[in-house]
Every structure is written in C-alpha cells, then in structure tokens.
C-alpha cells in the first residue's frame, strides 16, 4: 500500500516563495510518475505538474509554467514543489498524486495513489 504525505503548505504573502514536500511510504517510488494538483473550493481539481521517474523530465501547467518548479530524490522518496512569485490566485489545496502505469499525465483520474492534501492560502 501506497501512502503519500504532503507537507509544507501555509499562508504566504503575494510575491513570496514556499516549497511543498511529498513524501511516500510502503513503496519504493523509483518507477511512478509523481505529479502535483490543486483544488481551490468550487473549482474542479487542477493540474499543476509532473515529473518523470528518474527526474529528467516535468511539464507543468499553464497557469504555473515559469513559476513553480518540480523535483525529486528518490533516495528520499520524496518530490517537490517549489513555488515562487505566489499570486492570491494560486490558493488551494495542493495533492501530490503517483502511478507506476502509463497514464495520461494532466488527467487525476488516472492516478493510483494520492495524498490528503495540504493548504497553502497567498494574500493580497
């Protein structure tokens, strides 16, 4: 069974910068996909990135493209989520999701395994 925590998450003020964690447990997550969403209330769950299994390769949405950042140690078995340039906008609750299948990257419902989400609030 596949567990993964999110860590990390708080309140920032626009401008500023917070890294998120993601960190899995009862399996070694060397051969998944890891990628990272957010849900903001009333809105559907966003894409917001991923990253290849051993790390060469991300692709991120639009709405974060040139401002958040992601990585991986699979020695920790752990992924990030650097964010910079915070925008109020950019409130959620973010999720980090896995699959050791070919799947469809930007699409949630084709991941296996997803965290319980942590809150990262950006005022104005």
């Known amino acids: 069974q596949v567990t993964l925590v999110e860590s990390g998450g708080g309140l920032v003020q626009a401008g500023g910068s917070l890294r998120l964690s993601c960190t899995a447990s009862g399996v070694a997550v060397t051969n998944y996909v890891l990628a990272w969403f957010r849900q903001a209330p009333g809105k559907e769950r966003e894409f917001v990135g991923y990253i290849s299994q051993n790390g060469g390769f991300t692709y991120y949405g639009d709405s974060v493209k040139g401002r958040f950042t992601i990585s991986r140690d699979n020695a920790k078995n752990t992924v990030y989520l650097q964010m910079s340039a915070l925008k109020p906008e950019d409130t959620a609750v973010y999720y980090c999701?896995?699959?050791?299948?070919?799947?469809?990257?930007?699409?949630?419902?084709?991941?296996?395994?997803w965290g319980q989400g942590t809150q990262v609030t950006v005022s104005s």
């Open positions: 999701a896995g699959s050791r299948r070919s799947i469809r990257v930007q699409n949630p419902n084709d991941y296996d395994y």
